[in-house]
């Protein structure tokens, strides 16, 4: 990986569908691995692969994120096929299954890129005032919407609470 650092591979990282994640081109470039080979390699471990770790993206979100990204050759517009995009689990994944003293070095510059960016967005002073929105508002939609996560929520409060003392039936010794 010479010459790639977390802060040149951070510029890698897009965010679609609201999460950040990366375009196996670059991942390829980054291995050091042909993009069909690493395709192959992806599609002979598709089980490793869940939708939340890697998916296709569709032409309207290519087209947008093409227009967000500079090269000095865009050969972009050479692309025959719509790319596929790693979330950081399936960047982490793909280094498993890559197996190669290359695709870990790259893993590590990559994963620290990832926390990277996690540090900047918790730095910023109005994330927390969003976070607790988010979080109220996921409240009111599993209350509202699914039974189920509620009721799996408030068993898990009641392990967590101390557990309520009950009266002593029996005799005892007093110590």
Do not use: C
Request: charged share 30%; glycine share 2%; hydrophobic share 40%.
């Amino acid at each position: 990986m010479v010459g790639k650092n977390a802060s040149s591979i951070k510029k890698m990282i897009y965010e679609v569908r609201g999460q950040k994640v990366m375009i196996d081109r670059d991942l390829a470039e980054l291995y050091d691995v042909e993009l069909k080979v690493m395709n192959q390699t992806v599609k002979r471990n598709f089980r490793r692969f869940p939708d939340d770790f890697m998916y296709q993206l569709s032409k309207n979100e290519w087209d947008h994120l093409r227009s967000q990204i500079v090269t000095a050759n865009d050969n972009t517009s050479k692309i025959r096929f719509l790319p596929y995009v790693f979330t950081e689990q399936g960047v982490s994944m793909l280094a498993a299954v890559l197996n190669s003293q290359k695709a870990i070095d790259v893993n590590i510059s990559i994963m620290r890129a990832f926390v990277n960016l996690r540090h900047y967005v918790f730095s910023k002073s109005d994330t927390n005032d969003q976070f607790t929105e988010l979080r109220k508002l996921l409240m009111l939609y599993i209350e509202k919407n699914d039974k189920r996560v509620n009721d799996i929520i408030i068993a898990l409060n009641n392990l967590i609470e101390k557990p309520k003392e009950t009266k002593r039936i029996g005799f005892f010794k007093e110590d």
